[in-house]
């Protein structure tokens, strides 16, 4: 069964730091692009992180640029997402996504086909 | 790429259609498709995957779900919607990272 399984949200104080983790299985991780996808209470989805299949190419949104940090690591098929100098306005569901894949041959667009379960982090003083 | 979508509300009638369009600040052609998706969320659960690639159907969604597209003008069909339809539909562009999603029609039974 293909799954994603994020873990790692919580409460923290502004300036605060975070990491989540996204554990996948069911499928071959080194094939498949990853994105951070958050939500915040009230508002649609936001695209904040994306690392190619390959780990060469990182895009951030403006909003976490310089203070997010994702990366993978394909022998663990795990994603992470490094949250240091948090917000306020960082509160959200934060999801793990998984996207188009490259099989060494091809690239295959399939949308953002499987998500995780989300995981809360709040930021409050 | 800036994302918008027409009518932020849709309140339906079971068994009636149903049509919610979006439409991209450019062009989402590439590879002979269109790197651009439908998302249902549903009430306290994830988004998930309706239409990727312009129009072709995630796996597992019912044939009542369509997508097509004419230029810079996306549309999502459904024949006849049901009551388990309910919720919030976003579409997002996948061509530019990071990708960025419509505001989202919230879809209730009247």
């Known amino acids: 069964e293909v799954q994603l399984v994020v873990s790692g949200g919580g409460l923290v104080q502004p300036g605060g730091s975070l990491r989540l983790s996204c554990a996948v299985s069911?499928?071959?991780?080194?094939?498949?692009?990853m994105n951070w996808v958050r939500q915040a209470p009230g508002s649609g989805p936001e695209s904040v992180a994306y690392?190619?299949?390959?780990?060469?190419?990182?895009y951030y949104a403006d909003s976490v640029k310089g203070r997010f940090t994702i990366s993978r690591d394909d022998a663990k098929n795990s994603l992470y997402l490094q949250m240091n100098s948090l917000r306020v306005e960082d509160t959200a569901v934060y999801y793990c996504?998984?996207?188009?894949?490259?099989?060494?041959?091809?690239?295959?667009?399939?949308?953002?086909?499987?998500w995780g379960q989300g995981t809360t982090v709040t930021v409050s003083s | 790429i800036v994302m918008t979508q027409s009518p932020l509300f849709l309140p339906v009638t079971p068994g009636e259609p149903v049509s919610i369009s979006c439409k991209s600040s450019?062009?989402?052609?590439?590879?002979?498709?269109?790197?651009f998706d439908w998302y249902l969320q549903k009430p306290g659960q994830s988004p998930q995957l309706l239409i990727y690639?312009?129009?072709r159907r995630a796996s597992g969604v019912p044939a009542r779900f369509s997508g097509s597209v004419s230029g810079t003008d996306f549309t999502l069909k459904i024949s006849r919607v049901e009551a388990e339809d309910v919720g919030i539909y976003y579409c997002?562009?996948?061509?530019?990272?990071?990708?960025?999603f419509g505001p989202g029609t919230k879809v209730e039974i009247k």
């Open positions: 069911g499928f071959t991780f080194n094939f498949y692009e």
């Open positions: 690392i190619s299949n390959s780990g060469s190419v990182i």
């Open positions: 690639f312009g129009s």
């Open positions: 450019q062009s989402l052609l590439n590879n002979n498709g269109y790197y």
């Open positions: 997002m562009q996948g061509l530019q990272p990071p990708f960025t």
């Open positions: 996504a998984r996207k188009s894949s490259y099989d060494g041959r091809e690239y295959h667009y399939n949308g953002m086909d499987v």
